[in-house]
């Protein structure tokens, strides 16, 4: 891992995609810095009585291409530098699927799993009244990311109502389908990736019993193991924030998820139908087909990514490889799906929510599955394409088809150029 800060480590990214762009310097500078970000202290009652400040940021990284949307995360190590980092993915992850959105994010440094429910939702109404004056349906609109979930959306839903007055679905997506949520949104992310995977299936030489690996258990993570072992995949390993789990001859995904509902580890699953407990970190090197981060950043890093023997990684959670560990896994040959456009299909239901919000007329879950199912594979095929025909990795085609358009839209609102040429 570099010394760098993680937006730094992002930014390599970009510097890689734009030399194979001839695109004006003024949108390289446009994109390396955010918009704005605002920082607030919350202070919140608690449950016995006492008050306690957290923390929290909210970025519009870039509106170029429309308002900015992003999640919003609750975790004890969120940073500004990372609230930053994830609203630069979310600016690129948007101009990969074409939607009309610039790219946002928040984050309120707690670990809920310390509060109570009712502490959860008074920091989820406080975080709103902070920020209710940059969000709107058309200015920054918000949704789940890690530890937050469709009830948290619901109640931040119900105080922006209370503040301007009249009920404002459009301006945040992953609610409760009860008010106005999206059907199919719970799984959009990891459906995303699967869709991906299967369109990709015979370019990327991948055989029909694939054994899986899946890090981080929560939802992107639950509902990538799950569609692949409904296909007839084996997922051999799973790990949590606890440790992980493994079985040559596969793991019991209900199980799993039963465990989790429970509010336990999967290591909790030891023991039981020949599960095998897992060390640390020892579930990157496993042998396996595919391996899906599916948790936070820099996980797969210079130390560990030596020992990969996947050969196919479908990147569901943000920036889980660094720019060091890209460099050794293209080296032995392995192809990484990025996360820009594998995890891109929370977005892009959450883009539906927001559409269905505006219209007043709600979609079928088939109709969702079919759109995203369209846009996962014209997108992936493109950049795909671009990777065959620059030589280049799937991550920089990846970047190069956001860039172009993000380019494409800062140009139209006017460069240097239009004054020099
Ligand atoms: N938090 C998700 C992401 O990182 C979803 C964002 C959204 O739906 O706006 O892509």
Not at 277 to 291: H, Q
Request: glycine fraction near 10%; proline fraction near 3%.
């Amino acid at each position: 891992m570099s010394e760098d800060s993680l937006l730094d480590d992002a930014l390599v990214r970009l510097d890689e995609a734009a030399a194979h762009l001839s695109i004006d310097p003024d949108v390289i500078e446009k994109l390396k810095f955010a918009r704005e970000t605002t920082k607030v202290r919350l202070m919140i009652r608690m449950d016995d009585g006492s008050r306690k400040s957290f923390l929290a940021w909210r970025c519009r990284y870039d509106d170029t291409r429309g308002p900015t949307k992003g999640g919003i995360r609750f975790h004890p190590d969120a940073t500004a530098d990372e609230v930053e980092t994830l609203a630069f993915w979310m600016t690129f992850k948007c101009a990969v699927m074409n939607l009309p959105y610039g790219g946002g994010k928040g984050a309120v440094q707690v670990d809920p799993r310390q509060l109570s429910k009712a502490e959860i939702e008074r920091l989820s109404r406080a975080y709103i009244q902070a920020f209710a004056r940059i969000l709107g349906p058309d200015r920054d609109i918000p949704a789940p990311d890690v530890y937050t979930n469709s009830m948290i959306m619901g109640w931040m839903a119900d105080e922006y109502a209370q503040i301007v007055g009249q009920a404002e679905p459009a301006v945040i997506t992953g609610k409760p389908i009860s008010l106005g949520g999206s059907l199919g949104r719970g799984d959009a992310t990891a459906r995303g990736g699967y869709y991906l995977v299967r369109h990709l299936s015979a370019d990327l030489g991948l055989g029909e019993n694939l054994r899986v690996a899946v890090q981080g258990f929560g939802n992107a993570g639950q509902h990538i193991a799950r569609l692949l072992a409904a296909d007839g995949h084996k997922i051999v390993a799973v790990s949590d924030s606890e440790g992980g789990v493994y079985s040559e001859a596969g793991l019991h995904v209900d199980m799993l998820v039963n465990a989790k509902a429970n509010g336990h580890s999967v290591v909790s699953t030891v023991g039981q139908g020949g599960h095998e407990a897992l060390k640390g970190e020892a579930l990157v090197g496993v042998e396996c087909d595919l391996l899906v981060p599916s948790a936070l950043e820099n996980m797969i890093h210079e130390k560990n990514a030596g020992t990969i023997k996947a050969r196919l990684i479908l990147e569901l959670a943000n920036g889980p490889v660094t720019p060091e560990a890209d460099a050794i896994l293209a080296r032995k040959n392995v192809i990484v799906l990025p996360d820009i456009l594998a995890n891109a299909g929370g977005v892009t239901v959450s883009y539906f929510e927001w559409v269905q919000n505006k219209q007043g007329f709600y979609w079928t879950e088939r109709d969702i599955h079919d759109r995203l199912r369209e846009i996962m594979e014209r997108e992936g095929r493109a950049i795909w394409n671009i990777a065959k025909d620059k030589g280049v990795s799937v991550r920089t085609a990846a970047y190069v088809h956001a860039l172009d358009r993000l380019a494409e839209a800062i140009e139209a609102h006017g460069t240097q150029s239009f004054f020099t040429s």
